[in-house]
């Protein structure tokens, strides 16, 4: 929260029409472009590694500098590994409750 602002981020895994393989879709609603990014066949196991979660982390405070400053990498962190988690349908009761809190 920076001068009474939330900042909200939503994350989506989505299968890839065109080549096998997936793509993670971030998006601020109402505040900026979404942001897409191929996950990269050798990182995207099942389960989720954390890996995986850093590479994404680390190409969105690249490539989206602002907007990942004010996200903070403790939360643009949580966001994707609960993505990742329910496209991998690794989801459970303690995943629901960290998509409440965060």
Known sequence: MMDGLTFVVAAH??????DPGREIVLTR??????????????LDQRPATAALVEYVV?????????EADLIGWSALTGVVRLALARANGEADDAWEWAEVVA
């Open 29 to 42: 609603p109402g505040l900026a472009p979404a942001w897409r990014a191929e996950l990269p066949m050798i």
């Open 13 to 18: 895994v989505l299968e890839r029409r065109e």
């Open 58 to 66: 680390k190409l969105y405070f690249r490539q989206m500098p602002v």
